[in-house]
């Protein structure tokens, strides 16, 4: 069993500030996804990364696969950014995935 | 773009009635899983289901609940005997292959009341 942690659980930015969202797992694994969701519910995947850095936009991901620790990056946040940010892992050998408590992110103007 | 398509998207029962929450996956997609999200919790798995059977399915997913693919693009989740604790949103989600990126449906939210 994969057991997820995200940090922080609660995060306030002005607009404009550099955020950062950590996840660290405690099993190893093959990718780890970062997903988004909206106040509505709907869940939105941003990124699946197995090692490296990936950008999309003004979202930048990171994973350290020897210290089973990725971190979440938005550069120069936006309201709109406001939102849970959640880390998921596939437990062990598994298809499905494992997700962190989330992040809840409130940008500010 | 593609996407994984929820219905209903929010219905309420009765307890003891049974539910059947429909989603239709991305067509060339294999995998298909149900994830359940408690308010106020973090979402957990349900089932995954691949070549016409479940693949894996977690403690939660008891008697009570069942899946099925009736045709070539439905994948539905049956809940014979609501329970007030099945009140959750539920998502659907699929993949192409067993460890590709996931796409997520926009959920059906089950109030049993």
């Known amino acids: 069993k994969n057991e997820v942690e995200q940090s922080p659980q609660n995060l306030t930015a002005q607009e404009g500030e550099f955020i950062t969202i950590n996840c660290s797992y405690s099993?190893?694994?093959?990718?780890l996804h970062w997903l988004q969701q909206h106040p509505g519910g709907g869940i939105v995947s941003l990124f699946m990364?197995?090692?490296g850095k990936k950008k999309h936009g003004r979202l930048i991901a990171t994973i350290n696969i020897q210290e089973k620790h990725s971190s979440l990056h938005i550069t120069a946040s936006h309201p709109r950014d406001s939102a849970v940010y959640i880390c998921?892992?596939?437990?062990?050998?598994?298809?499905?995935?494992?997700f962190g408590s989330g992040t809840q992110l409130t940008v500010l103007p | 773009e593609p996407e994984v398509t929820q219905t209903p998207s929010h219905q309420v029962t009765q307890m003891g009635q049974e539910v059947i929450l429909r989603c239709v996956p991305i067509?060339?997609?294999?995998?298909f899983y149900w994830y359940r999200q408690i308010l106020g919790q973090k979402v957990e798995f349900l089932v995954s289901?691949?070549?016409?059977?479940?693949?894996?399915k977690s403690e939660i997913f008891d008697d009570q609940f069942s899946v099925e693919r009736p045709d070539g693009s439905n994948f539905t989740l049956k809940i014979r005997s609501t329970k007030l604790e099945d009140s959750a949103m539920y998502f659907c989600?699929?993949?192409?292959?067993?460890?590709?990126?996931?796409?997520f449906g926009q959920g059906t939210r089950l109030t049993v009341v």
């Open positions: 989600a699929s993949t192409e292959e067993s460890r590709g990126g996931a796409f």
């Open positions: 099993v190893g694994i093959s990718a």
């Open positions: 990364l197995s090692s």
């Open positions: 998921a892992v596939p437990p062990g050998s598994a298809r499905q995935l494992t």
């Open positions: 067509s060339n997609h294999l995998y």
């Open positions: 289901f691949y070549n016409n059977e479940i693949s894996e």
